[in-house]
């Protein structure tokens, strides 16, 4: 905080003919942009300070040139000096030295300024500039949401998809085992074929030929898209009508 007097001399000794005057809480209270002569400048700001009630605070920029935006914001280049001002008695036109505010010459003015932070002021141009990277980084932040959530869902659409061929892979794995304890039978590998047999031939016997069947079966379903039916009406013909299905393989031994 520093005194109001303190930013009047500013005024004076750096030119800085136009200012801004916002409530603690960033609200506009008064402004001047008009192009007047230094000392006018500061009376408008005098006037404000006549009518601010003691204890309240404020924030000031002052600035030495009027350029600014469409908006009506100063431009980049146009930097300003701020302070905050506490109003902790009336304000009158006394002078500095009469108010003694700024008391031992040259090194209470250097006090005074340390004191109240203006060499560390922060520019209205920093604060936009503060601005503008917050919101770049939100922006940012709202496209790696968006990046994740699409990795998200492609993860999931590939875990369906690995599923469903799982699914689909043992579902056919299950009808080729159907069609062999149907086969195997048939061709006197199971049940009643197995007699006289010894029990390590025919283990032998059936793996050998469950081998040959698995690897022709694999060429079939390759080859025919209808084989699972065909060869589940093979097998059924085998056990209803023994006699036709005879004929069927003979056929097939004739080629």
């Known amino acids: 905080m520093v005194n109001p007097q303190f930013v009047i001399e ?5 030119d800085y003919k136009y200012f801004v005057v916002e409530d603690m809480a960033g609200n506009q209270v008064t402004q001047s942009w008009q192009t007047l002569p230094v000392d006018r400048a500061v009376e408008r700001f005098k006037s404000f300070l006549k009518h601010c009630s003691v204890g309240s605070s404020y924030v000031v920029y002052i600035f030495k040139s009027n350029e600014r935006l469409k908006n009506g914001e100063p ?5 300003p000096m701020r302070y905050e001002i506490f109003m902790n008695e009336p304000h009158s036109n006394q002078s500095m030295e009469e108010e003694g505010n700024f ?5 209470g ?6 004191k109240a932070g203006s060499m560390g002021s922060i520019g209205l141009d920093t604060y936009i500039g503060a601005k503008d990277e917050i919101l770049s ?3 940012k932040i709202q496209q ?5 959530k699409y990795l998200q869902d492609r993860h999931q659409s590939e875990i369906s998809r690995l599923e469903k061929d799982y699914e689909d892979k043992l579902s056919s794995d299950k009808k080729i085992e159907g069609i062999i304890g149907s086969v195997l039978p048939a061709m006197g590998l199971g049940g009643n074929g197995m007699a006289g047999l010894t029990a390590e031939a025919t283990m032998e016997k059936q793996e050998t030929s469950k081998d040959k069947i698995i690897s022709a079966i694999n060429v079939l379903v390759q080859n025919d898209p209808n084989f699972v039916d065909n060869i589940s009406k093979l097998a059924e013909l085998s ?3 023994k006699a036709i299905y005879e004929v069927a393989v003979k056929q097939l031994n004739s080629l």
């Open 103 to 107: 008391g031992g010459g040259m090194n």
């Open 75 to 79: 431009t980049r280049n146009n930097v």
């Open 137 to 139: 980084l939100k922006l």
């Open 10 to 14: 500013q005024m004076k000794d750096l």
């Open 239 to 241: 056990k209803k009508n």
């Open 144 to 148: 790696l949401e968006m990046e994740n």
């Open 109 to 114: 003015i250097a006090e005074s300024m340390y």
